[in-house]
């Protein structure tokens, strides 16, 4: 992905993380509360298997979409 595109899709993930982060459901893995940015980084990083830097330009829309599934389905 493109600098610009990274920067795009960083703040994205960050404003993500400031939406979930009072309402991600508590977790027996994370005693002390879950870290949200790193909720949403690692499913982006899951979903497309690769950093949200390495990922494909012409992904940048679907990658988009999948973060506000992931605001609208918090888990």
């Known amino acids: 992905m493109n600098?610009?595109?990274?920067?795009?899709l960083w703040k994205i993930i960050q404003e993500a993380g400031?939406?979930?982060a009072e309402i991600l459901p508590d977790n027996?893995?994370?005693p002390k509360g879950r870290n949200s940015?790193?909720?949403v980084a690692i499913c982006v990083k899951n979903k497309f298997?690769?950093?949200?830097k390495d990922i494909p330009d012409e992904k940048l829309y679907?990658?988009?979409e999948f973060i506000e599934y992931l605001k609208k389905n918090p888990n």
């Open 3 to 8: 600098k610009e595109n990274a920067r795009k």
């Open 18 to 20: 400031d939406y979930l």
């Open 28 to 30: 027996p893995n994370h």
């Open 37 to 39: 940015y790193a909720h």
């Open 49 to 52: 298997s690769a950093s949200y």
């Open 62 to 64: 679907e990658v988009i």
